[in-house]
């Protein structure tokens, strides 16, 4: 059976200073993912900071997104806020609109139990009209979505599956209980090969809009079994992965964004943006100057990382 990857890429909201929707920068990020092959959109995720927009940025940038990705791919939206009335207000805006599925995570600011929580995505799950996707983030929420509970909650004809941002032990047992009757989304970036060689299809990252065409190439070179090509697209992602996390992740982030031709900040306020004494040293990296390699398309992966295959 083919492999045939599917990947979808969590999109940064662009924002201009004063943390209002950059719609050129949306239309030009939007346009870089499908041009790159890549499947379908998470629109206002955790990625997208939906929680941290207000509601007339959060609705035009669902509005204008739609109008973006129009018959281009699968287009998701976020939901998922502190309580079912506060969620439900957000699905009623997204009734009015032609999606392909809404994404919501458990609760935050309480910690429900697992009855609670089937509870609530039930009755998200009755009024939505656009099929609803459940979002496992525990690190973000502190509410787990314990297998028992997402085993029940897929018997409802209207939740159609899950993205998963845990343990990757956990969704490959998750994959192994329900098969394909119910969709398991990935988001394990720095396993991506690994994943796809066990046959494992499904992958949803906010990195991704970084790197849409070194990951769509990965799942070439892994439908075609050249594992050697994938590791090394892999390798590439990691280092860019870690590059990150030596930084200041937002920052680092929206240098790179606009460095490759998407302009505007990725994060609202209460963070901040580097300076440019900040920027101009990120700049000056090596390391920075590497991956900006990779990801600019020059390189396979950062030269220092790159493994000559047997």
């Not at 009755?123 to 929420?141: G, N, V």
């Not at 870690?242 to 963070?271: E, Q, S, V």
Request: net charge negative; aromatic share 8%; proline share 5%.
């Amino acid at each position: 059976m083919a492999l045939n990857p599917h990947f979808i890429t969590a999109i940064a909201t662009p924002l201009h200073e004063d943390d209002s929707l950059h719609e050129e920068a949306l239309e030009k990020e939007i346009a870089d993912q499908f041009d790159a092959g890549i499947n379908g959109l998470l629109v206002a995720g955790t990625m997208g900071s939906m929680q941290l927009l207000t509601d007339e940025t959060y609705s035009r940038l669902v509005r204008r997104s739609v109008e973006f990705a129009a018959r281009r791919g699968e287009v998701l939206i976020g939901a998922g806020d502190s309580s079912l009335g506060r969620t439900l207000d957000r699905i009623k805006f997204l009734n009015t609109l032609q999606i392909d599925g809404v994404v919501v995570l458990a609760p935050f600011m309480t910690v429900p139990s697992q009855d609670e929580l089937v509870d609530y995505y039930r009755a998200l799950a009755e009024a939505s009209r656009a099929p609803l996707f459940l979002y496992d983030i525990p690190q973000l929420t502190r509410a787990k979505l314990e297998i028992d509970t997402v085993l029940k909650l897929s018997e409802h004809p209207n939740i159609k599956g899950i993205k998963c941002s845990d343990d990757p032990a956990y969704m490959r047992q998750l994959i192994d209980l329900v098969g394909d009757r119910f969709r398991v989304v990935m988001a394990a970036a720095l396993l991506l090969d690994t994943f796809l060689r066990q046959g494992f299809r499904e992958h949803l990252d906010g990195i991704f809009c970084l790197f849409p065409r070194h990951v769509v190439a990965l799942g070439r070179a892994a439908e075609n079994g050249d594992w050697c090509a994938a590791a090394q697209i892999q390798q590439g992602i990691n280092r860019t992965m870690r590059l990150l996390r030596r930084y200041a992740l937002w920052p680092a982030i929206t240098t790179l964004m606009n460095d490759l031709g998407t302009p505007g900040k990725f994060r609202p306020r209460p963070y901040r943006n580097w300076n440019l004494d900040e920027t101009q040293r990120f700049l000056a990296d090596p390391e920075t100057q590497e991956v900006l390699q990779f990801l600019s398309g020059k390189t396979t992966a950062p030269a220092f990382q790159r493994e000559e295959c047997a």
